[in-house]
């Protein structure tokens, strides 16, 4: 069936390293897939999503490319913020089962 | 445009007891799904919703239920609660329709405590 894997975490950086966070996933047919973050206490904001293979989906400086042949889709950022501590999840679209499968989620701090 | 709404954003309730959450979604989408999230089990799909009809249900026993009204909006009812019942329980709305599903728009959830 479908499925995400994503990165263990949690991530620890200084402010302005480079953020990666890696994200392959199983699936039949052409998914789309997206990235999800989760502030504490909060519920779920969609951060990017790309719709088919090549496409890079981007916001507030993230950024993560569908790669099809390898089944990936890592998010990525330049310069990280004290205010991108979170926990980011990553996800397809499961069109058949009507519903978002999720990957486990990488908590990242991210120290001043 | 207003975003999902959910109710209450926070619950206390005692084993054995029944508990129903409340969902808004965002206007004019007509489908509504249910996760459960944990710190051990991570996001799990509970249902969804699309035109009062539901038309997938994730792996959960039938204490958990759900339906969806005539305005899109939903509910999900919990019978006869467990300790492991607590979590944070979110809604999501998604524009698609017919046999599409495209990306879902989360509520703030329900953190719902089982004591």
């Known amino acids: 069936g479908n499925s995400v894997t994503q990165m263990e975490g949690p991530v620890t950086l200084s402010e302005e390293a480079f953020l990666t966070i890696n994200c392959t996933y199983t699936a039949t047919g052409y998914p789309s897939l997206f990235w999800y973050v989760q502030y504490p206490g909060e519920g779920l904001q969609l951060l990017l999503k790309?719709?088919?293979?090549?496409d890079k989906g981007s916001n507030k400086g993230f950024e993560a490319t569908y790669r099809k042949e390898t089944t990936s889709f890592h998010l990525e950022k330049g310069s990280v913020q004290v205010s991108d501590s979170a926990v980011y999840f990553c996800?397809?679209?499961?069109?058949?089962?009507?519903?978002?499968?999720f990957g486990a989620g990488t908590r990242l701090f991210v120290k001043a | 445009k207003a975003g999902v709404t959910q109710t209450p954003r926070y619950l206390i309730k005692t084993r054995g007891q029944q508990v129903t959450l409340s969902c808004s979604p965002i206007s004019g989408h007509r489908s509504v799904s249910w996760y459960q999230q944990t710190p051990g089990q991570g996001l799990q799909f509970l249902f969804e919703y699309f035109s009062e009809t539901q038309r997938n249900k994730g792996n959960f026993p039938g204490r958990f239920s759900g339906r969806q009204f005539s305005n899109s909006r939903s509910e999900m009812n919990v019978s006869t609660l467990e300790l492991g019942d607590s979590a944070l329980y979110l809604c999501a709305s998604s524009p698609g329709g017919g046999e599409t599903y495209t990306e879902a728009f989360f509520g703030q959830g329900t953190r719902l405590t089982v004591v």
């Open positions: 996800a397809l679209s499961d069109t058949g089962g009507f519903k978002t499968i």
């Open positions: 790309a719709t088919k293979a090549d």
